[in-house]
């Protein structure tokens, strides 16, 4: 793909064109020969876009709550990225998301499911990639769904500049929360399925844990939802606002900005190095040093000493 074509596709993109848009995150989700391109020519023109995460134990509603603030915001342009970490397996649940969005959605966002091929790292990449075309192609608000289950799918969903977590009432789900990391990075909570017997219960829960825990200024407000009757969806988005006005005014904004930055680089040497470390080992000079290993001749430590010295740059990497 020539750079020239990307840009065609860039311009597209921004007019509107969801075909085109389409095509760049395809790219970028295939973290192919042409992901580097499209990453370059979208950072250039990223970051006026606001950004949410949406997070959850699966089953809280997080699919139905997202279609409905992105109609909520009352943007021309919303998007919405769905990540299953899970995918290959679970194709089919993609689909039911899209359903069930599509269902709720009548504001015509832009919507886009995510997979992981083959490990989560790979998330790691390519969903801030995905985030950066979006936002270059004029789309905002852009919300991101993940399952907060692992490490990483949390780490995605607080890649954002307003996390949202989602939690239901009963089942301690909000200990479950806790204990998943989710408390930590909620920017805004929201006790969904309010139609349903103990949302105030689960409000105190979280309250409670929130005066153990707090402490920045920016104590994260608890929202209750029937998301499936649009109910408190207003309230949500307007808490979300609040948050925006808030990173601003504090220079959080920037401060987090640099540091999503600065943590997509580390993910994305660790990515890189992850790949050579399983080429070395996998390959001629790993073959050979393990035979070593195992005819006793040397150490694993001797081993791994040696094949480092694959890894190691001959030069020094210049600033
Ligand atoms: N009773 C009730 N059910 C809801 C509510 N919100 C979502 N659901 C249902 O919960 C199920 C899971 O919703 P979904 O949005 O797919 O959850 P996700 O897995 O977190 O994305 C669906 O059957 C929804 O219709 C709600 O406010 N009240
Ligand atoms: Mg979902």
């Known amino acids: ?9 860039f311009e597209a993109a921004l007019g509107g064109n969801r075909r085109a848009l389409g095509k760049l995150l395809t790219m970028v989700e ?43 915001s009352g943007a021309s342009r919303p998007a919405i990225l769905a990540i299953d970490p899970s995918s290959p397996l679970t194709g089919g649940a993609i689909l039911g998301d899209r359903i069930r969005m599509d269902n709720h959605v009548g ?4 919507i886009r499911s995510m997979a992981t091929r083959g490990h989560a790292g790979g998330l790691a ?6 985030v950066r075309v979006l936002d ?13 289950v692992g490490q990483v799918e949390v780490s995605i969903a607080a890649a954002a500049d307003t996390t949202v ?49 707090h402490r920045s200024r920016w104590r994260a407000p608890i929202v209750l939802t029937t998301a499936t009757k649009a109910e408190g969806i207003d ?36 990515l890189e190095l992850r ?13 050979a040093a393990l035979g070593r290993v195992d005819r006793n001749e040397i150490s694993p430590a001797a081993a791994a000493e040696l094949l480092l010295a694959a890894l190691k740059p001959h030069n020094p990497p210049e600033g």
């Open 1 to 9: 793909m020539s750079p020239n074509h990307i840009g065609e596709l």
């Open 30 to 72: 295939k973290q192919g020969s042409s992901a580097a391109m499209v990453s370059e020519r979208a950072h250039r023109d990223a970051g006026q876009a606001r950004v949410v995460g949406v997070t959850g134990a699966p089953g809280t509603g997080k699919s139905t709550i997202t279609g409905q603030l992105a109609g909520a």
């Open 107 to 110: 504001c015509g966002a832009f």
């Open 125 to 130: 990449v390519a969903v801030p990639d995905a």
């Open 136 to 148: 270059a192609a004029g789309c905002d608000p852009i919300i991101v769904e993940t399952v907060g």
């Open 165 to 213: 977590v989602v939690v239901t009432p009963g089942w301690g789900d909000a200990v479950q929360a806790n204990k998943a990391g989710l408390l930590e990075v909620a920017d805004v909570f929201v006790v969904n399925k309010a139609d349903r017997p103990d949302a105030r219960g689960a409000r105190r829960d979280l309250e409670l844990m929130l005066d153990l825990g």
């Open 235 to 270: 309230d949500l988005w307007a808490e979300i606002e609040r948050h925006t006005a808030y990173l601003h005014d504090s220079g959080e904004l920037i401060r987090r900005r640099g540091r999503r930055r600065r943590d997509e680089v580390a993910d994305r040497i660790e």
């Open 275 to 287: 790949d050579r470390v399983h080429q070395i080992v996998q390959g001629e000079p790993g073959e």
